[in-house]
């Protein structure tokens, strides 16, 4: 009787050890939105760490920084379980550094990170258009005083011929 009590000690043993061990895992980044190390043409509306486990906002935070500003716009959510999603103002050509802290609840065991992305927004060509209509008036002004004169000369030339 007391091997089977024992056996069944072990067995139960065992299966808290193996349920736990997840619980005690370290969280592991599998992927971010931008990604780690990329450059993107468009700033981002937000930053999106996914992580392999579940994550908690209340006990995880995320902090976008560039040249000692931070850019977060509003708190950390979590979206399907396992990804922070960070709103972040908008983000003018630069390199930004993501800082991170994630953790499955208050209290539990928490792991942090960091990865930076690259801002490489085109030219902005409405500045461009501005010029582009003042080039446009002035040729409509050059234009109109070149008729003008023009057609002031033929008229003093055809007032000056006799007409026959």
Known sequence: M?????????????LLVVGA????ADFHLVNSVPAA???????????????DQP???????VQVTSSGSVYNDGVVTVEGG??????????????????????SGPGAPSTSGKFGFTV????????????????????????ALGSTLIRRRLDRRNAATPRK
Request: aromatic letters at 4%; hydrophobic letters at 50%; charged letters at 10%.
């Open 2 to 14: 007391t091997r089977r009590i024992l056996a069944l000690l072990a067995v139960v043993v065992a």
């Open 21 to 24: 061990a997840p619980a005690l």
């Open 37 to 51: 190390g990329s450059t993107v043409l468009e700033t981002p509306g937000e930053v999106k760490i996914i992580f």
């Open 55 to 61: 994550v908690n906002d209340v006990a995880s935070s």
């Open 82 to 103: 396992n990804t922070l999603v960070q709103p972040v103002r908008r983000l003018s050509s630069g390199n930004y550094s993501v800082s991170w802290t994630a953790a």
């Open 120 to 143: 490489s927004a085109p030219a902005d060509r409405s500045a461009g258009t501005g010029q582009w209509i003042v080039v446009g008036v002035l040729a409509v002004i050059v234009a």
